[in-house]
């Protein structure tokens, strides 16, 4: 478990279905775990808060991970935006939905990537200099921003023209971090990563 930033935590775990390492976080001044899976030494950091998390919050349905273990062991909320609920047809996985623009938590706020699917989220927060938190649209490779492989989307350059379109409007924010459900995150300096990405 390490604090990027004051306040957001950050640590990796093997995907069991991807296998693969990727992020979670959990952001303390909003109460929220974000696309957590269950850390590899165990649940000890969490059982040791004043207040554990309150929420689960996914950046997209796809996201589920270790979800019901945070809900079961803390009584904590899982939330998803709701175009990410049909994924789960068939199976008895249930979440709480929220719509792009609301507040999910003090200071968090569900924002619109899409174009790789209707449910792709991103998430500002507000709390110290700022964070961006990003599903699928956007990763880290080599400690940059990058778009997943061409191979992982329908129609490559429509979906990346799109995705330029869609992040070129979260430059309106402030943000100094950018955190990745897949890589490292860019803990300084991830507003101007994002803006030469996106130039």
């Not at 093997?14 to 976080?25: F, K, L, M, N």
């Not at 649940?43 to 309150?54: A, H, I, N, Y």
């Not at 924002?111 to 990763?139: K, N, R, W």
Request: net charge negative; hydrophobic share 40%; charged share 25%.
């Amino acid at each position: 478990m390490n604090e990027i930033v004051p306040g957001i935590y950050h640590w990796t775990a093997r995907h069991p279905d991807i296998h693969a390492r990727v992020s979670s976080y959990y952001v303390r001044p909003a109460g929220i775990v974000i696309d957590p899976l269950e850390p590899e030494d165990g649940m000890g950091f969490f059982d040791e808060l004043d207040l554990p998390p309150q929420q689960v919050v996914l950046t997209s349905g796809l996201h589920w991970r270790h979800s019901d273990r945070f809900r079961d062991r803390y009584d904590a909320t899982i939330r998803v935006v709701s175009s990410g609920v049909p994924r789960w047809e068939g199976t008895d996985r249930e979440a709480a939905t929220f719509e792009y623009g609301d507040e999910v938590a003090p200071g968090v706020r569900a924002l619109e990537v899409g174009q790789i699917c209707a449910d792709d989220t991103a998430l500002h927060i507000a709390h110290g200099s700022g964070a961006i938190a990003f599903a699928d649209g956007l990763i880290s490779h080599e400690g940059a921003p990058a778009f997943v492989p061409d191979s992982l989307m329908e129609d490559a350059e429509d979906t990346k023209a799109g995705l330029r379109n869609s992040l070129r409007g979260f430059l309106d924010k402030d943000f100094d971090a950018l955190l990745f459900a897949h890589g490292d995150p860019l803990e300084k300096g991830g507003f101007a990563a994002l803006k030469n990405f996106l130039a």
